[in-house]
């Protein structure tokens, strides 16, 4: 007779075979089969040297370069059985990036690496210009047409030999031959708001941000900072971006970390979001970014904005420049548009609020122009450009001083200006 114990564990046995009976006959996924290999090599040197660069390679799926310049379609196959591939079989480096030159491709197999020798021409043994051949009418049976060539330098190897490039992307050393790792030397980039770290996290302020070597964004309800949550509630649970995370006397900043190499190739935007809206174009500043001239610059680590501005700086602003301004009458209002001062060794910090005084004697009036990008509603990125002021005409014309002051959170507020320069004349009625 079977014992208890024995027959439970007989009894378990049975259940997993029987289990494992049941996955008969049910197939894997099936898997995409990989039928070709990228590469994208980087060398140190810009495409303005390297331009002329390329790759002559060999190997199963590429057989021997048959050398004919300007060449791309190669038969892979037989004769019998052709199978003609069009593609650059000596592709160049003539694509340009922060770190250099770099040539991009795909060969039409599976490979782990690429055995080849980088030349600097396209031929070998060189080849002089040639005029091209024009056919000629008179040998009907024959076709003398060829195109015209150019002269072509006979070809060097700048790596000395062969060389093996793996699969996939790396970056290389002419000088030294040698394979280099930029990826790995990542450097905490800094975006610094003039908003303090509560305002920012309490209203749903972060960054949206893009560009090759730029890290995956971050759930905002999620992000945690000790045991606390800042962005739950704030924003909808879905919404992705880089988190305002610390502060200091300038206000709030986000960090991205990125390869330093690639530090100029960062885009981004600060934005609002809320539970409702995962982006608001209202509210939203411009792209900073290489297309734009306001991206952030190679070798810096910190780069700071003011609220409504569309420029960035790479130096904390220490003072707002000393406004001045236009101003005009019409319908019973004096219209006044601050100037921001042309030089930018006199311009500071962006002003996000302005305040306009005019005077006539001991008679003063006043008008704020204020950014609402903070606001409770009517939310702006983008500060107002003017305000007025009602004055009603008398019986004789008049003239009023223009007084403009701006101010910005974090930095401070500017010397009054222009000082009694700019003045608007009511006429008569």
Known sequence: MINKKLARAIAATAGVGLAFAGLVGVAAPAQAVETTTSFKIHLNVPASVAADWNIWSWGDCNGANDNVIGSSTRNLGTDAAPNNVTQDWTPNFSNDDAYGSYAEFTVPCVVTALNNVMRTTESWGGQDAADA????????????????????????????????????????????????????????????????????????????????????????????????????????????????????????????????????????????????????????????????????AAGTTDAWIQVGASTLSHKAPTFVGRYGATATYANGKVTVTPVRPAAASLQGALADKIVVTIKKGATSKTCTIQNTATAAAEQRWATPTSCDIDVAAGAEEATWDVFVQGSAVGVGTALIGPNRSTKVVVPAT
């Open 133 to 296: 051949v024009v056919d000629n009418p008179d040998t009907a049976d024959v076709d003398e047409t060829a195109a015209a060539k150019p002269a072509i330098a006979e070809a060097d190897k700048p790596f000395g030999g062969d060389n093996i490039f793996p699969k996939g992307e790396s970056w290389w050393n002419v000088n030294t031959g040698k394979r280099e790792y930029p990826l790995k030397d990542v450097v905490s980039y800094k975006i610094h708001l003039n908003m303090s770290l509560a305002n920012a996290q309490a209203k749903g302020w972060n960054l949206w941000t893009w560009g090759p070597y730029t890290p995956a964004q971050t759930a905002l309800s999620k992000f945690k900072v000790g045991s606390k949550y800042p962005y739950k509630g704030k924003v909808s649970a879905t919404i992705t971006g880089v988190p305002f995370s610390g502060s200091d006397k300038y206000g709030a900043f986000a960090v991205i970390k990125l390869p330093r190499v690639y530090v100029s190739t960062l885009g981004f935007l600060v934005k609002r979001s809320t539970p409702t809206s995962d982006w608001d174009d209202n509210v939203k500043s411009t792209d900073f970014k290489g297309d734009n001239g306001n991206n952030v």
